[in-house]
């Protein structure tokens, strides 16, 4: 799915009749207040006057369908002039599974609308419960299949650690997004974020937390699911913000880099699979991988290639092979 340049309006919080346990928008976006149509026309004035064009609007941060439609109509009317002179190509939003129906999927493509974003979270019914989501898996299989035949892109958001979730939970959760074929997902491990319920329950040992190890773990389950299916991941991790980086984590996964751990790690499993079709005796083993592979296959500080070595007993080096694709290919093996 080709990718236009993002141009995001927050809108935190608003419309969301549910405190989920696990959110802070405003600490999650970095933007303490709701954006205004006054915002809009001024942000997309600073793109214009930059000479930037062809951007996709994106509100992001609350239930964008679930506002009132007076506020709704301001937000997306002052994106029209720009429509119009090309700054902007498409509006995307993100919503609440529970807040989509067939008449505010009419009035979003009238103004422009092409994508909506699902916070699906999770496909299972007690996980949601017990995260304060206030919808069912069942909301969502229904929003997604309007969104669709309204002929609108379909990206859907996941959620892993959450609490009474499981790694298995979690991985039938991908199987069944998968399953509703959307244009795109993004997966946000759980993050224990200042002064939300989470924090309460996790301090009082009634949520265990969802690690950085766990989430590396479980997303190298997940990403291969989307893989195989063709689902691009549009993002993995919460996007760093200085709010977070600050002292907002208070614990679970949240690391800059977590998209490049989590896409190292299902490497090197690809080449431990590899390796144990090794002929016994050898001492050294050579991996092809596409150049832009070369570092995720190696690891940070070269964790991957001190991994394999120390389960096969065997040294590993690594080199660019163009045209290697998605692949490993073992290049070479001595012994």
């Known amino acids: 799915m080709a990718r236009a340049r993002i141009l995001p309006i927050f809108v935190p919080h608003l419309g969301c009749p549910n405190d989920c346990v696990f959110c802070d928008q405003k600490r999650i976006s970095g933007s303490p207040l709701p954006a205004s149509g006054r915002d809009v026309t001024a942000a997309l004035d600073r793109a214009a006057a930059e000479g930037l064009s062809g951007l996709e609007l994106a509100f992001y941060g609350g239930s964008f369908t679930a506002v009132s439609p007076a506020l709704q109509r301001e937000l997306l009317e002052a994106a029209q002039p720009y429509l119009a002179d090309g700054t902007v190509s498409a509006v995307r939003l993100s919503t609440r599974p529970d807040a989509v129906d067939e008449e505010s999927l009419v009035f979003l493509k009238k103004y422009g609308v092409r994508t909506v974003e699902l916070g699906a979270q999770s496909m299972d019914d007690g996980v949601l419960a017990a995260s304060g989501r206030g919808h069912t898996a069942g909301d ?166 001190r991994a394999l070595s120390d389960e096969f007993g065997v040294t590993v080096t690594v080199k660019p092979v163009e045209g290697a694709g998605e692949e490993i290919l073992l290049v070479d093996a001595g012994r």
Not at 185 to 200: F, G, Q, S
Not at 220 to 244: K, Q, S, W, Y
Request: one cysteine or more; glycine letters at 10%.
């Open 140 to 305: 969502t299989v229904r929003a997604a299949k309007l969104v669709r035949a309204a002929g609108l892109q379909l990206i859907l958001q996941m959620m892993t650690g959450l609490p009474e979730s499981s790694r298995d939970k979690d991985v039938q959760t991908a199987r069944r997004i998968a399953a509703l074929e959307p244009d795109g997902v993004r997966i946000y491990p759980t993050v224990i974020v200042k002064n939300t319920p989470l924090e309460t329950m996790w301090r009082a040992c009634e949520y265990r937390e969802h690690t950085l190890a766990d989430a590396v773990a479980v997303c190298a389950d997940i990403l291969p699911i989307f893989d195989e299916a063709g689902i691009p991941v549009i993002r993995l991790g919460l996007n760093p913000t200085a709010e977070l980086s600050g002292g907002g984590a208070v614990g679970g996964a949240y690391h800059p880099a977590l998209g490049e751990m989590v896409r190292s790690e299902v490497l090197r499993r690809r080449a431990a699979a590899l390796l144990r079709d090794v002929p016994g005796g050898t001492s050294a083993v050579t991996l092809g991988v596409a150049p832009k592979r070369v570092s995720a296959m190696i690891g940070r500080h070269r964790s991957n290639l």
